[in-house]
């Protein structure tokens, strides 16, 4: 049988949205559930089924992509419906491993026009959101927030911290913001889609959803508010280009369009450190207080400041010759944690270029070997190259052991 959806009803009530619909066909084992429902903190109960649809269907595109699979549905605006096929273009080109085929067939496609100039930002907290923020505030964009995508619908706590966050952040702007909670990481099963995927190299959630997956639940909001631009920050940079893959990508999510709505995928040129030089100009011009939520390590949303990526970004803030406490990190004193790290440097030696050397690149520029803090010197001073090959060398070693204590057994 071949695999066809059938989106059989798109319900809109209040505030929140239900997909019902039915799966035929092999590709049903990926799925758990046969419906779908997005709860949005604004009343979207003025917006059109051809609208209320594309959080769901952006979620089911790639799926119907990799399994040749046909989705049916009443109605679908029509912007969305022009788009598709050239964000798909990006995923063809991102993957040349993989076949992407399927098929949209639409009964009824509507033109909608979102009344307004205004923006969207995806806002999650950290660095590459926050820079976005810092370029954009003059647009007065509107934050948005899914929860369901890094923290998990049982997590109420968790949420609570990431959602107060939003709203301090909010204030602090002088913006407004919407959240949404949505069921699109759990009506579909994971592992299985990973699986189906393995040639590429890359995860179902990373390389295939989180982009188009997150951006399109704008949507509804984009047309119930009057929004014409969503920004999205990019996690990676033009470095990166052709040398990694990410379902969120310039090739696709600029090429995404609903309700007259333009995506940016924003920030691309900057690298990590360019962005928290950004954020921290933009502190020190406004007076502005700023915490950044980076860690997904903690309980409860707030920075466990002994993560990896906690460290990184204390280190990047203070390489700008700010003080990170003031940016959301409560570590205590600044000596004690740079042992710390020391203790645990071989961890700096995973992607030392892309992460760690504009971190030390700057920290030579805004610091004399003499000012940076004491304990700090080994990393002003460390050839990161010699790091790595040290770390390299290390896990050899364990390798070699493990495998004559394997053969020792065997025999
Ligand atoms: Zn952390």
Not at 344 to 349: F, G, N, Q, S
Request: net charge positive; aromatic share 12%; with cysteine.
């Amino acid at each position: 049988m071949t695999n066809k959806c059938t989106i059989n009803e798109v319900l809109v009530q209040g505030n929140s949205v239900t997909c019902n619909f039915t799966m035929e066909g092999q590709w049903k084992k990926f799925f758990v559930a046969d419906s779908v429902k997005v709860e949005y903190s604004i009343d979207i109960s003025g917006v059109p089924a051809s609208v209320a649809v594309i959080p769901f269907l952006a979620n089911i595109l790639p799926i119907a992509w990799i399994c040749d699979a046909e989705i049916h549905i009443k109605e679908l605006d029509k912007s969305f419906y022009d788009s598709i096929n050239d964000f798909k273009k990006g995923y063809i080109d991102m993957y040349p491993m993989l076949e992407f085929k399927g098929d949209v067939v639409v009964e009824n496609v509507v033109e909608n026009s979102a009344q307004g100039n205004g923006a969207i930002a995806f806002f999650s907290g950290g660095v590459d959101a926050f820079n976005t923020l810092v370029k954009h505030v003059q647009d007065k964009p509107t934050l948005l927030t899914l929860w369901g995508a890094d923290v998990k619908l049982s997590d109420n706590e968790g949420w609570q911290k990431v959602e107060n966050h939003i709203k301090d952040t909010a204030k602090e702007f002088g913006l407004d913001y919407v959240y949404v909670k949505t069921e699109f990481r759990t009506f579909l099963k994971e592992w299985p889609l990973s699986e189906a995927v393995k040639i590429s190299g890359d995860g179902w959630w990373h390389g295939f959803q989180h982009g188009i997956g997150i951006i399109c639940h704008a949507a509804p909001i984009a047309y119930a508010m009057g929004k014409s631009t969503i920004y999205f920050a990019s996690s990676f940079t033009e470095k990166d280009k052709g040398k990694v893959t990410c379902a969120s990508d310039p090739t696709i999510d600029n090429f995404v369009r609903f309700c007259g709505a333009k995506v940016v995928h924003d920030g691309y040129e900057f690298d990590r450190q360019a962005k928290i030089h950004n954020i921290v100009e933009y502190a020190k011009e406004t007076n502005s207080k700023i915490a950044l939520r980076v860690c997904w390590e903690s309980q409860g949303g707030s920075n466990c400041c002994k993560c990896e990526k906690c460290w990184r970004t204390i280190l990047g803030v203070y390489a700008e010759g700010e003080n990170p406490q003031n940016y959301g990190f409560d570590y205590g004193s600044f000596s004690d944690l740079c042992r710390l790290i020391y203790s645990k440097r071989e961890l700096l030696a995973w992607h030392r270029d892309s992460r760690y050397a504009p971190i030390q690149n700057r920290m030579r520029e805004v610091y004399g070997v003499k000012n940076v803090e004491s304990n700090l010197r080994w990393f002003y001073k460390m050839n990161l190259d010699k790091l790595q090959g040290r770390f390299d060398r290390k896990n050899f070693v364990k390798r070699v052991k493990n495998k004559i204590k394997r053969t020792l057994k065997l025999k």
